[in-house]
């Protein structure tokens, strides 16, 4: 099959779902010329022109407003928040109104928008541009999540997200962008809610999303070598959450080990442990561990960030512990 | 106005100097990856740090952005402490936690650069509040550029400090760009001093390339604030050399245009210029400046090179809340 770059997949989620819907149209900073900050959208200012692809000031509180506006009025925005940081700036209009307005309204309105952005640490880039939130947005009922890791998953969500009629809140990983990975000619969705075994194993189960998942999956090749058999879970979606393919796996391996980026207090980790805890106790054959940021802000130097975020030498450390 | 003093002139060529070549190392040792993560030059833009913070005392207060490097110098910073941040040591103004979005020196009364656009703005109404509070005569010159003044921000911040009569100078760095965008294209009505205007307030255009004209414009700004008449709106017109970050080609901008201003609007080179024109330095006196500057960078990488490693344990006693 041909490989895409995870961003070159999100390319063409939009042109193909562009070309299918008139009202699907992309808004956010520096996605003209510029093509966006990880250049998702190179060439597109070309093809669909400024009505379609526009290109805002930096308000972005303006552009979720706008997008959930437009929303309301019969187009199917796609906004862009550069980072997940700056979402900060626009929360009342992603949690009192987007993600509300459906259930305030008695289900009169609804909000087709999808808000596209991305986080996570690894560039050097400090406090304030390498947060994960996710669990920000993961607590909002009336806001779906979804955090792919793959080109092939990347596009089949995005395309579902954009035709979705409710607020899709769409992380993607900053460190990702250039990952290349099989992404099939044909089109195809993914739907929400349908999590994806990456790697199948008996012994210990691994919940890891984003760009923990490639973490969990080298953790998986070397724990292999000892004989350890690792079954990577990659939930996709964390809000709709596939909690029976979750509970699934864990009642054939009995053992989980939960991994996030983000700071580990009120994490979706946190969450996950939870949840487990709660349906399927009596499977378990050991503690649930968590392996998940720091309870830090992510710092400059190279060294201190990476000490701040799980990597596959500290999913191995917890897959022992309760091996 | 009386007429500047000699001394003053050439205390400001010192500080443009000094700042350009500060940034001139930094793109340097970026693409050798001594610095790394986000770096945002100030190169084409000093005269406004320059010629804002020569109007004010130490115990004023400063609130910069991510393009903060020329701010911080201006103020009166640190090279070693500055360099040490940016190869993320021990010994950095942030402990090497920051980096160069994030450099602050509270004795100096530098609030922080920022890496969030218009993070400043609200920030220095609180400032204001307090100078205005102890009542010592204070002021806070609040810098950030074209794209920040178009944030829902800056309408609360100048209103607030506005009708609260706060010494808050808003200075805005009209670069014209914001990343790819022009400020054409995303200011509308293209005129952020004359916002002022709907404030009540004093506005003024400045051409941000000329060094006494942005301290005789902040002079007076700032006497004003001083007399407890509140704030002002100065928007300084200038151009950002390089592209938005030293990786950035900026094939965004218009064929010629950056040469264009380098050769019509370089702050640096039209000060000496009128500087040795109007006989106040000799050209050898310059290479003095040149040489000294030179050294004490070459000083802070020494520093910055031979300085330690944040310590991982360190870090985590300080850090986890
Ligand atoms: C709230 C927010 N939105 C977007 C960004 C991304 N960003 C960083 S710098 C920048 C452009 C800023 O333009 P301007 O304020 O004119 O300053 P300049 O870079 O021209 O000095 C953008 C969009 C950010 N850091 N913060």
Redesign the interface.
């Known amino acids: 099959m041909r490989e895409l770059d995870y961003r070159d997949a999100i390319k063409e989620a939009c042109i193909e779902e562009m070309d299918r819907d008139p009202r699907v149209f992309l808004i956010g ?2 996605i ?3 093509g966006g ?1 990880f250049r998702a959208y190179s060439g597109l200012l070309d093809k669909y022109g400024p009505e379609r692809v526009i ?8 552009i979720l407003g706008g997008a959930i506006g437009a929303a309301l009025t019969g187009y199917r925005p796609v906004a862009e928040i550069m980072f997940i ?2 979402c ?2 626009a929360m009342d209009q992603i949690v009192n109104q987007a993600a509300k307005i459906k259930y305030m309204t008695g289900d009169a309105l609804n909000v087709p928008m999808v808000l596209r952005t991305q986080g996570g640490a690894g ?7 390498s947060q994960s939130l996710e669990a920000w947005f993961y607590h909002i009922p009336g806001l779906k999540v979804v955090m792919p890791a793959t080109s092939y998953d990347v596009k089949g969500l995005l395309k579902t997200a954009i035709r979705d009629n409710d607020p899709v809140v769409f992380i993607e990983h900053k460190m990702i962008y250039l990952n290349k990975g099989p992404v099939p000619e044909e089109e195809y969705t993914i739907p929400f809610g349908v999590a994806d075994i990456k790697r199948e194993g008996k012994d210990v189960t691994i919940f890891a999303y984003s760009n923990m998942l490639f973490k969990a999956l080298e953790a998986a090749d070397d724990l292999a070598k000892e004989g350890i058999s690792c079954e990577v879970f990659d939930p996709r979606t964390l809000v709709p959450l596939d909690i029976d393919a979750l509970i699934n796996s864990v009642k054939k391996t009995n053992k989980l080990v939960v991994v996030s980026e983000a700071a580990e207090r009120g994490s979706i980790a946190s969450d996950i442990m939870a949840i487990v805890n709660d349906k399927a106790f009596d499977y378990l054959d050991g503690p649930i561990k968590r392996v998940c940021g ?4 992510i ?6 960030e990476q ?1 701040c975020i799980p990597h596959k030498e500290s999913i191995i450390k917890a897959v022992k512990e309760i091996i | 106005m009386e007429k500047l003093s000699k001394e003053l002139q050439v205390l400001m060529l010192k500080k443009l100097i000094e700042i350009r070549r500060f940034e001139e190392r930094t793109v340097q040792y970026y693409q050798r990856s001594k610095i790394w993560g986000y770096l945002h030059p100030y190169i084409g833009e000093e005269a406004v740090a320059v010629g804002a913070c020569t109007a004010i005392k130490k115990e004023d207060y400063i609130i910069s952005t991510h393009r903060g490097h020329g701010h911080a110098i201006a103020k009166g910073a640190d090279l070693n402490k500055m360099m040490a941040e940016l190869f993320g040591k021990a010994t950095g103004y942030c402990k090497g936690r920051g980096g160069s979005m994030h450099i602050a020196d509270t004795e100096l009364g530098m609030l922080g650069a920022n890496g969030i656009v218009g993070g400043g703005i609200p920030i220095s109404v609180g400032a204001g509040l307090s100078c205005k509070m102890e009542n010592k005569g204070r002021v806070i010159l609040c810098f950030f550029g074209d794209g920040a003044a178009n944030n829902g921000v800056f309408h609360e911040s100048v209103n607030m400090s506005a009708m609260f009569k706060l010494p808050v100078i808003y200075i805005c760095e009209n670069n014209l760009y914001a990343i790819s965008m022009c400020s054409r294209d995303s200011v509308a009505g293209n005129d952020i001093a004359g916002r002022a205007k709907g404030y009540g307030i004093p506005g003024y255009k400045v051409d941000g390339s000329d060094v006494i004209e942005v301290f005789e414009t902040v002079e007076k700004a700032v006497d004003y604030a001083r007399k407890g008449n509140g704030p002002s709106l100065i928007e300084a017109s200038t151009y950002i050399f390089l592209g938005h970050h030293p990786n950035d080609p900026a094939a965004y901008r218009p064929k010629g245009e950056a040469e264009h201003e380098k050769s019509k609007r370089d702050c640096l080179t039209n000060f000496k210029t009128k500087l040795i024109n109007e006989k106040i330095i000799t050209e050898a006196q310059i290479d003095e400046i040149e040489k000294d500057t030179e050294k004490r960078i070459d000083a802070a990488v020494e520093f910055a090179e031979s300085s330690p490693e944040p310590e991982l344990e360190k870090f985590l006693s300080e850090v986890m809340s």
């Open positions: 900073e520096d003209g010329v510029y900050a290109n805002t000031p930096i308000s972005e509180q303006a940081d700056f900060t700036l560039r050097g880039i400090a406090a304030q541009h720091l309870n830090s802000a710092p400059y130097n190279s060294k201190l000490a």
